[in-house]
């Protein structure tokens, strides 16, 4: 797949949409494959020039990487990128299936070749209290979902990682009474959303496994747990779907997850965050930031009861 070697975030100050598509496209460099990063739509150039503005400070690659949540591996931060030194992201498939027109089997190489990839940075927070801004390579879990064939019945997503107790350690004990495989859903409306995001990769480069590899959703306004990695299965139902911290813990993680400063953790406040990388915790926002784009899919509800 792509994608350019010298990752260069672009400057911060006093950009257009149109000067970071130009900036874009002349730090693209692409590889045999043809997969072609590129700012997919102006609605989708706006939205990153957005975010460019309010959070160009990218956490280190070295951080990103080394600094995760992923409990089929390890429960400690340090644990996945250790412990998935050997785990192989080829072959892979993703099954869409559940409520759609065309339920298929897509080769993750086919789906890479398909979907132009864009770059998105984005804010990650984590319900523990610390955050994150990443630069992903993705594209709208919406062009996927387009493509299988919506029904009137198609009204949540299932997300499901993969089950492999050989590869993931964290699988053959099941620490803390996980019931693996994780499992992730959100709402239809949630689910095609142009903030919504199927990541392949980050810093310009294939997603490592510890990330999510080779396929993971990235979800910017809700807690990091919704946005569950290395998916081999979509499913869309009906009803709402399963989700796996949820059923953990139903009365400290809610089926929404959305970032609320206002909405306090059972166990800690969640008014303040800890930027991984930085000194001084700051303000928590609401929707992490994307209230502009998404406050509107939760008009009308009591974000104190869904939360
Ligand atoms: N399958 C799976 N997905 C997962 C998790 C996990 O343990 N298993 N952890 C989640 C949590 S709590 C967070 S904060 C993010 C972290 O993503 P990152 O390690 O890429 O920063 O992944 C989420 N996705
Ligand atoms: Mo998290």
């Not at 053959?172 to 994780?182: D, R, V």
Request: glycine share 6%; charged share 20%.
């Amino acid at each position: 797949m792509l994608i350019h070697k010298d990752y260069k975030p672009i400057a911060s100050s006093l950009i257009t949409p149109e000067a970071i598509y130009q900036e874009r496209r002349s730090l693209m460099k692409l590889t045999a494959s043809a997969a072609v990063l590129a700012v997919a739509s102006p609605l989708s150039a706006a939205l990153a020039f957005q975010k460019q503005k309010s959070a160009l400070d990218l956490t280190p690659f070295d951080l990103v990487t080394s600094y995760n949540n992923f409990y089929e591996f390890s429960v400690d931060k340090e644990g996945p990128a250790k412990l998935s030194k050997h785990f192989k992201p080829r072959p892979w498939t993703v099954a869409i299936g559940g409520e759609v027109q065309k339920p298929q089997t897509l080769d993750i190489d086919a789906i890479i070749k398909k979907i132009p990839l864009e770059e998105r940075i984005y804010r990650l927070r984590c319900v523990e209290g610390w955050a994150m801004v990443i630069p992903w390579v993705g594209f709208p879990l919406s062009s996927l979902l387009k493509a299988s064939g919506l029904t009137s019945k198609s009204k949540y997503v299932e997300f499901e990682t993969l089950f492999d107790p050989a590869q993931f350690p964290g699988q053959k004990q099941s620490f803390g009474n996980i019931p693996f495989p994780y499992h992730e859903g959100l709402r239809i409306d949630e689910a095609m959303h142009p903030l919504t995001i199927l990541a392949v990769g980050l810093y310009g480069k294939e997603l490592m496994p510890q990330n999510g590899a080779p396929i993971r959703l990235v979800v910017p306004w809700k807690y990091g747990f919704k946005s569950i990695k290395s998916i081999v299965k979509i499913t869309l139902k009906e009803h709402q779907t399963r989700s796996t911290w949820n059923e953990v813990a139903p009365k400290e993680y809610g089926f929404y997850a959305n970032v609320n400063p206002a909405v306090d953790h059972p166990r800690w406040s969640q008014a303040r965050e800890r930027v991984i990388g930085k000194f001084f915790k700051q303000d928590t926002l609401a929707f992490n930031g994307y209230g502009a784009e998404v406050a509107h899919l939760y008009k009308g509800m009591d974000l104190k009861k869904f939360f």
